[in-house]
């Protein structure tokens, strides 16, 4: 497909247990972000890859969170030890090239996580 | 980064124009706007994108007075399929992007 996928669509899981989420970019996109959306609420900066360097996580809630580009292209974002707190919609995004301006984010429909 | 402000939400009739207005007093010599539009279960969207003056597209216009320190957004004619979260993001032109989300305006129209 030509926009950006992300799966699982949904996922449930138990407290305590890792997750992996998945983001695959449109293809030949340079810069990949990953966002966290609470209901009613804007997205959430998490983490920002410029082809396979992450350039910024300052958003990473703790250090439960990671994600890594190993190879520039698909993306995946790590949660250990899950809690309930982090039950919300991860959202990834795509840009074809760093430096936003005509280039803007395409974005996936999201992994919708339920920690229970 | 500049801080944008936008109204939390707005309603609006069917067939009506609707203009949502964002300010960025601190907006910086090479910071641009976009404007985003989030439908219930997607992804924010791509609308408009603009520096300064007025931009056109299908979709939108985006106003942009002389200071840059507001833009309105400006939506001809809506249809309940424009009911939606619009949010206005400012962010520099250079290098790397940090694109910050703020809450947006929930725009509702009414048949």
């Known amino acids: 497909g030509a926009g950006v996928s992300q799966s699982p669509r949904y996922k449930v899981t138990k407290r305590g247990q890792d997750v992996a989420l998945r983001c695959d970019p449109i293809s030949g996109h340079v810069s990949l972000y990953w966002y966290r959306q609470a209901l009613g609420q804007g997205p959430e900066f998490l983490t920002y890859?410029?082809?396979?360097?992450?350039?910024?996580k300052s958003g990473l809630p703790n250090d439960r969170f990671s994600a890594e580009r190993p190879e520039g292209s698909i993306s995946t974002l790590t949660i250990q030890r899950t809690e309930q707190r982090d039950s919300a919609m991860y959202r990834c995004?795509?840009?074809?090239?760093?430096?936003?301006?005509?280039?803007?984010?395409?974005f996936g429909n999201g992994t919708r996580l339920t920690v229970t | 980064l500049a801080k944008t402000t936008q109204p939390i939400s707005m309603d609006s009739y069917e067939g009506q124009e609707v203009n949502i207005t964002c300010s960025h007093n601190n907006i910086a010599t090479n910071d641009y706007i976009t404007w985003y539009q989030q439908f219930p279960s997607q992804g924010p969207r791509f609308i408009i994108q603009?520096?300064?003056t007025k931009v056109t597209n299908e979709v939108a216009s985006l106003f942009i007075p002389a200071d840059r320190k507001s833009s309105t957004l400006s939506l001809p004619r809506v249809s309940l399929s424009d009911t939606a979260v619009y949010y206005c993001?400012?962010?520099?032109?250079?290098?790397?992007?940090?694109?910050?989300f703020g809450t947006g305006t929930k725009l509702q129209v009414i048949p």
């Open positions: 890859f410029n082809y396979e360097a992450q350039q910024d």
């Open positions: 993001l400012v962010a520099n032109s250079g290098g790397y992007q940090k694109v910050t």
């Open positions: 603009g520096y300064k």
């Open positions: 995004a795509s840009s074809l090239r760093t430096g936003g301006y005509n280039s803007p984010l395409h």
